[in-house]
């Protein structure tokens, strides 16, 4: 439960020691993890039905690393990039990097030549790992970014060589990299939203200390389709190596109807999505009337999920599963709040380690209900924006803060509610309104799927931000944009009704992780709000 304290105004989560050493590199804890039960099997891809045992995983990690350093000249400190999808060879390649103290900055196969040229022009890696769809587009960026950097192939026959034996190989110990908190182990991006990515450094003691041993999964399988750009697909990666648990692996995209395929093949009993997959993922197994009795555990996370979409999933994997809601933030490095009890529109409760508190724009930190900035702190530090000093201080309080830039409030009970972006807030008249807010309303019509709303300039002087819609309906039930408009209208005060129009779109422009792209939304609102007049 989180504590309220009332003097220094800040809720507290449980604190707890960490199962695992923070103080060692994650490269030694997870070599040590895989040698406790070599015969149990690990991960399982779905592509090949290969399946990997904890020892033959620990041998394809040490070959790895040492296959790596010698052939590659790669050392402690020198940058490497992982641009592939979730094929067999991406986790021991991933391992062996930690164990040789080569940091692993993960992006997207999907990812254009625009972002990849911003994003390894920051972080510069002297060895990028890719698949052959992305090849051409990973060596033009590379090109116009004027890297010296080799690259390697993840699923073509020569990547095997990766994983061939080493003479010493049975004597490997994993070699001491220094101070854990200190120490870059992993970089990912932000979530890129509003503006381009940021390079967000991880550090070991972050990829080893949030892991309590949270149950015991031998025997249960988990799924997810986010690559390992995702900071999100990390942690289900870590979470299930240190409980026991069996990971199922794939490299084709998702799509409601294979995920369900997955779910049944293999008995999956963890599931994570973020909602913008959930909404279809829920209206193709309601279309088709499926039940999915292995699932128990349905995770959700990344962005708000609208009450009404967390009540049809818990309706359809009841009585055996459940839907658990996650908060996080990558730089904190850690999952922020979970809420295990079904609270309606809650984030959860703080978990262990970590301390919240809510901060006015003046700087006054509030009490219970009042609405304001999450501020967060973990017990391992923020660890930096790579290569941008000035945006890793700003983002940090003079207390060492840090801040998130969600709006929320504690309750009495110390449950968290997130109630908007701070940046996304639109401003008309005086007031504020919160996008989620009217997203929330938009998603309990029937004949909607997906709703975003974004502000679009009035054209009449003040120019103040007009409520539109974007939407994506059913198609089986009928509704037009002016009914749908009066639908959100009828239950919001005047200030917030929905003034730039409803539009009807395929599909809400999204990120590469799975969130909502506001710049796009943006451009697209106005687009159609022109071609309307």
């Known amino acids: 439960m989180s504590h309220y304290d009332p003097e220094s ?308 994997l009841a009585p055996q599963g459940r839907v658990f809601v996650g908060y996080g933030m990558s730089e904190v490095g850690a999952i922020v709040t979970i809420d295990l009890l079904g609270v309606p529109n809650s984030a959860g409760l703080l978990m262990s380690n970590v301390t919240a508190r809510i901060s006015n724009e003046s700087g006054e930190l509030l009490q219970p209900n009042q609405e304001g900035e999450v501020q967060l702190r973990y017990v391992h530090p923020f660890a930096g924006y790579y290569g941008n000093e000035k945006e890793s201080r700003d983002l940090l309080t003079p207390d060492g803060f840090i801040r998130s830039g969600d709006i929320g409030y504690f309750d009495q009970k110390g449950f968290l509610f997130i109630t908007d972006r701070k940046k996304e807030m639109l401003r008309f008249r005086g007031y504020q309104i919160a996008p989620a807010q009217l997203e929330a309303i938009l998603m309990e019509h029937p004949g909607i799927v997906q709703a975003t709303v974004v502000g679009i300039p009035d054209p009449e002087p003040p120019h103040v931000d007009l409520a539109t819609a974007l939407v994506v309906t059913t198609g089986t039930t009928p509704v037009t944009e002016d009914q749908i408009s009066a639908y959100v209208n009828g239950k919001v005060p005047d200030y917030k009704r929905i003034r730039g129009g409803v539009f009807f779109v395929e599909s809400i422009p999204l990120t590469v992780n799975g969130k909502t792209n506001r710049q796009e939304c943006k451009k697209l609102a106005l687009k159609l709000a022109a071609l309307r007049g």
């Open 9 to 316: 105004r800040t809720w507290n989560g449980p604190r707890q020691p960490p199962v695992f050493n923070p103080a060692a590199s994650v490269g030694q804890v997870i070599v040590n993890i895989l040698e406790r039960t070599p015969d149990k099997i690990f991960e399982i891809s779905a592509d090949t039905e290969q399946s990997y045992t904890c020892n033959e995983l620990r041998m394809r990690t040490i070959r790895a690393a040492l296959n790596i350093s010698s052939k590659f000249e790669l050392a402690k400190g020198d940058m490497v990039c992982i641009i592939a999808d979730n094929s067999a060879c991406v986790t021991p390649v991933l391992f062996g990097c930690f164990l040789i103290g080569a940091p692993v900055h993960t992006l997207d196969s999907s990812f254009e030549e625009t972002d990849l040229v911003h994003l390894m022009g920051i972080t510069k890696p002297k060895l990028v790992f890719c698949n052959v769809h992305n090849l051409k587009r990973v060596e033009n960026s590379i090109g116009i970014a004027a890297l010296e950097a080799r690259i390697i192939l993840l699923n073509d026959p020569s990547t095997e060589e990766l994983f061939t034996p080493v003479n010493n190989e049975s004597t490997y110990r994993p070699p001491y990299l220094g101070d854990s908190d200190k120490t870059v182990a992993l970089i990912v991006c932000s979530s890129g939203t509003t503006s381009f990515p940021k390079a967000i450094c991880l550090s070991h003691a972050q990829l080893i200390a949030p892991y309590p041993r949270v149950s015991n999964l031998l025997g249960e399988t988990a799924l997810s389709f986010s690559s390992l750009f995702w900071f999100s697909a990390i942690q289900m990666l870590m979470t299930v190596l240190m409980n026991g648990g069996t990971r199922i692996t794939t490299t084709k995209p998702f799509n409601p109807e294979y995920a369900c395929q997955l779910i049944n093949k293999y008995r999956v009993m963890h599931f994570f999505t973020p909602p913008s997959m959930l909404a279809d993922w829920l209206h193709y197994c309601e279309s088709k009337q499926l039940r999915l009795p292995s699932l128990r555990i349905l995770g959700c996370g990344g962005s708000p999920l609208p009450e009404t979409l967390r009540s049809r999933a818990n309706a359809l």
